[in-house]
């Protein structure tokens, strides 16, 4: 009897470490030869439906925390699967921020395109000269005679106050030269006058930064000149008059007054182009008329000479001129060195006159080109025009 409850106390607390261990525990064996029985079955069973419970739950509730409270929880067919997000939808961008909404030109506004006479140039005191820009109209507006250009601040140099830009109209995308004649101031100095455009209804405009001007900007010497000068670069150092009145510097390309002006590529009389700058003198057109220019004073150098390539400019088949070389000392009157006739031939002549008598000497050289009767095709060029030591 004993024996019998030992072994009941035995079985009994072998059942009892097999459930507290329930996974990992070696199970105890009966000492019965009949089929074992898997006393972890149950356990295992209980343990796995727990799980699933608990998995189903879980899926429940996630799903129910994500849908609307009007709306039924619907359990995705594969419930395996991810089902990736829409795309977020952007807001329509504003109408005034349309990319194809086009961007108006102000009325009135003009664009820098090229000028005449650079920054610094030289001339002597009270001689003439025109200043020209060229703009384009860059605004929505067509500027019409009543628009002009006006001197803001500054040297004005002789220019109006103001003055009509155009006799026509400039329609958005054209261009428009406008020229200002001045004259240079007696004192010697760096003058400067800057100027804008107007409208027809009085307001003032220009560029796109509303305080930028353009300017007429020179230097005003009288002082001597000394070593060599070359008549075509130094153009505007000279005051040049067609006996009645002074005339621009540097002029316009076939004046009735007459004109002076500088080439940098000259046509010739066979109609080649050549690379020396050019002096290019035009008669008036009237008959016997000519033109003339007066040098600032210049120390003469040793062996000096007065070199240039002198011939009708190419389209003046009816050339026919004369060049005189003159020069003035003090205030005695002009003196003569040489003269050169000229006509359309298809030639030129070679220039080389000696000027060492003058050496050591402060003289004013003077040009004159003058027609021969008819002023017609009355214009020359003179090829890198130098006085210096041969």
Same mark, same amino acid.
């Given at each position: 009897?004993?024996?019998?409850n030992?072994?009941k106390s035995?079985?009994?607390l072998?059942?009892?470490?097999?459930?507290s261990?329930?996974?990992?525990?070696?199970?105890?064996?009966?000492?019965?030869?009949?089929?074992?029985?898997?006393?972890?079955?149950?356990?295992?069973?209980?343990?796995a439906e727990t799980v699933?419970?608990l998995?189903t739950?879980?899926?429940?509730?996630?799903?129910l925390?994500?849908?609307?409270?009007?709306?039924?929880?619907q359990?995705?067919p594969?419930?395996?699967a991810v089902?990736?997000?829409?795309?977020?939808?952007l807001?329509?961008?504003p109408?005034?921020?349309?990319?194809?909404? &086009?961007?108006?030109a102000?009325?009135?506004?003009?664009?820098?395109?090229?000028?005449?006479?650079?920054d610094?140039?030289?001339?002597a005191p009270?001689s003439?000269?025109?200043?020209?820009w060229?703009f384009?109209?860059?605004g929505?507006?067509t500027?019409?005679?009543?628009?002009?250009?006006?001197?803001?601040s500054?040297?004005a140099?002789?220019?109006?106050?103001?003055?009509?830009?155009?006799?026509?109209s400039v329609?958005?995308?054209e261009?428009l030269t406008v &020229?200002v004649?001045?004259?240079?101031?007696?004192?010697?100095?760096?003058?400067?006058g800057?100027?804008?455009?107007?409208?027809a209804?009085?307001?003032?405009?220009a560029?796109?930064?509303?305080?930028k &001007?353009?300017w007429a900007?020179?230097r005003v010497?009288?002082?001597?000149?000394?070593?060599?000068?070359?008549?075509a670069?130094?153009?505007c150092l000279?005051?040049?008059?067609?006996g009645?009145?002074?005339?621009?510097?540097?002029?316009?390309?076939?004046?009735?007054?007459?004109?002076a002006l500088?080439?940098?590529?000259?046509?010739?009389?066979n109609?080649?182009?050549?690379d020396?700058?050019?002096l290019?003198?035009g008669?008036p057109?009237?008959?016997n008329?000519?033109?003339r220019?007066?040098y600032?004073?210049?120390?003469v150098?040793e062996?000096?000479?007065? &070199?240039?390539?002198?011939?009708?400019?190419?389209?003046s088949?009816?050339?026919?001129?004369?060049?005189?070389?003159?020069?003035?000392?003090?205030?005695a009157?002009?003196?003569?060195?040489a003269?050169w006739?000229?006509?359309?031939?298809?030639?030129?002549?070679?220039?080389?006159q000696?000027?060492?008598?003058l050496?050591?000497?402060q003289?004013?050289f003077?040009l004159?080109?003058?027609?021969?009767?008819?002023?017609?095709?009355?214009?020359?060029h003179?090829?890198?025009?130098?006085?210096?030591p041969?």
């Amino acid at each position: 009897m004993i024996l019998q409850n030992k072994r009941k106390s035995a079985r009994f607390l072998c059942n009892l470490m097999l459930l507290s261990l329930a996974f990992g525990l070696s199970a105890c064996q009966k000492t019965s030869p009949a089929t074992p029985t898997d006393v972890l079955a149950d356990i295992r069973t209980a343990a796995a439906e727990t799980v699933n419970a608990l998995t189903t739950q879980i899926v429940s509730t996630s799903l129910l925390t994500q849908t609307p409270a009007n709306q039924t929880a619907q359990l995705p067919p594969n419930p395996g699967a991810v089902t990736p997000s829409p795309p977020a939808t952007l807001p329509a961008l504003p109408t005034s921020l349309n990319a194809t909404q &086009s961007i108006q030109a102000p009325c009135d506004l003009a664009e820098f395109i090229s000028e005449t006479i650079p920054d610094g140039t030289y001339y002597a005191p009270g001689s003439t000269f025109t200043k020209t820009w060229t703009f384009k109209n860059a605004g929505a507006c067509t500027w019409t005679a009543q628009y002009a250009l006006v001197f803001i601040s500054g040297n004005a140099m002789g220019a109006q106050a103001a003055q009509p830009i155009t006799a026509n109209s400039v329609k958005p995308g054209e261009q428009l030269t406008v &020229s200002v004649p001045l004259s240079a101031p007696q004192t010697e100095g760096t003058y400067r006058g800057d100027f804008k455009l107007r409208n027809a209804a009085g307001a003032i405009f220009a560029f796109k930064d509303p305080q930028k &001007s353009f300017w007429a900007e020179i230097r005003v010497e009288a002082k001597t000149i000394a070593g060599s000068i070359n008549l075509a670069d130094s153009l505007c150092l000279a005051n040049w008059s067609n006996g009645t009145n002074t005339l621009p510097c540097p002029g316009k390309l076939a004046d009735s007054q007459g004109y002076a002006l500088s080439d940098p590529a000259p046509v010739l009389e066979n109609n080649a182009v050549d690379d020396e700058n050019a002096l290019i003198l035009g008669v008036p057109n009237a008959e016997n008329s000519f033109i003339r220019g007066i040098y600032p004073p210049f120390q003469v150098p040793e062996g000096a000479a007065f &070199s240039a390539i002198l011939g009708c400019s190419g389209g003046s088949p009816s050339c026919q001129v004369k060049l005189d070389l003159s020069y003035l000392e003090g205030s005695a009157a002009p003196q003569q060195i040489a003269a050169w006739d000229e006509h359309f031939d298809g030639a030129y002549q070679d220039i080389h006159q000696d000027l060492s008598f003058l050496a050591g000497r402060q003289i004013r050289f003077i040009l004159t080109l003058q027609a021969k009767s008819s002023p017609a095709d009355g214009r020359i060029h003179l090829m890198a025009p130098l006085i210096g030591p041969r």
